[in-house]
């Protein structure tokens, strides 16, 4: 079976393969009828054990406008909360016969130790601090259509970079974009070894901002902080918050990202996240492209050849 499980799987070719499908994915998601029967007589199963808006709604749609039979998981009323396992859960699901599995869960590792119990394919769509693959793609889509490529920008990380899994996959796809990184956080906000990555670490935002083409922000990920020390709202908005006084040091055409859920005055001054540079509302559109295309990509079609 084939799985997408992490950014750190794929080489550049893979990755430039699944941005042009999902190139094509957006042209039928324009058209009226925004339909395909690609994966007609297939079943999805959506499995998120953490809340999603974003990602789990726009799998459905994905599935569904490539004619599958989408069902959705609801964890909190399944017989989860009466203690049945992770792999119990799997098993149980593997039995129905699902054509994909895309599960969401806290624990890095967990949506590969499913994959290695169930015969369909699976896509992470979220493990704990370790990866976030279609978010990782859908951004560098995002990018590629406003900067017309990937390759030769500088694109700066800014926020709780230590437990962000979309920061990791994000810095695994655009290094092997060749893409100049910065990571831009407080101390206590940046991950042991940072030093050891092939990123530029900053702890300043005026210095770490300054001539990027690409300002991607990122929430306090307050339910991963156990044992850590989270700065005050308005301390880390003081020091931390993108305002237009921040954004100036970037270049003038650069554009503004956030993976969401958004928390205005926290990260971002409402007026940026909702102004000309945003592209954060496109990056919600690319994710139903990317998604599309992925399942197209990993879901052998109906007729029995590969998608
Ligand atoms: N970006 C993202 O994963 O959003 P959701 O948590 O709403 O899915």
């Not at 699976?122 to 259509?145: C, F, K, M, S, W």
């Amino acid at each position: 079976q084939r799985h997408l499980l992490a950014i750190g799987d794929l080489e550049q070719h893979e990755i430039i393969d699944l941005l042009d499908r999902s190139e094509a994915m957006v042209a039928v998601s324009r058209q009226q009828r925004k339909s395909l029967s690609t994966l007609s007589g297939k079943t999805q199963i959506n499995l998120f054990f953490e809340n999603s808006t974003r990602t789990q709604s726009s799998f459905e749609i994905a599935g569904k406008r490539l004619g599958a039979l989408v069902v959705n998981m609801s964890v909190k009323t399944s017989s989860v909360a009466k203690g049945e396992t992770l792999i119990d859960t799997a098993a149980t699901l593997n039995a129905m016969r699902p054509d994909v599995i895309v599960v969401r869960h806290g624990a890095a590792g967990a949506v590969e130790l499913l994959s290695q119990k169930v015969g369909c394919s699976v896509i992470n769509a979220g493990d704990g601090g370790h990866e976030h693959p279609t978010q990782a793609l859908l951004d560098a889509l995002t990018i590629r259509r406003h900067k017309g490529r990937i390759s030769g920008l500088t694109v700066a990380i800014c926020g709780d970079i230590a437990n962000s899994r979309v920061a990791r996959s994000n810095l695994l796809l655009l290094g092997a974009m060749n893409v100049r990184t910065r990571v831009i956080a407080p101390r206590t906000l940046l991950p042991v070894g940072i030093e050891n990555l092939a990123t530029e670490v900053y702890t300043d935002m005026n210095e770490g901002l300054r001539d990027v083409d690409v300002v991607m922000m990122l929430r306090l990920q307050h339910e991963r902080a156990s044992g850590r020390l989270i700065p005050s709202t308005r301390e880390y908005y003081r020091f931390y918050g993108l305002d237009e006084e921040k954004l100036a040091n970037a270049k003038p055409d650069a554009i503004v990202m956030h993976p969401g859920p958004m928390n205005r005055g926290v990260e971002i001054d409402p007026a940026i996240a909702d102004g000309p540079r945003s592209v954060i509302n496109d990056q919600v559109e690319m994710g139903v492209a990317v998604r599309m295309a992925v399942l197209d990509a990993l879901l052998p079609d109906s007729e029995g050849g590969q998608a």
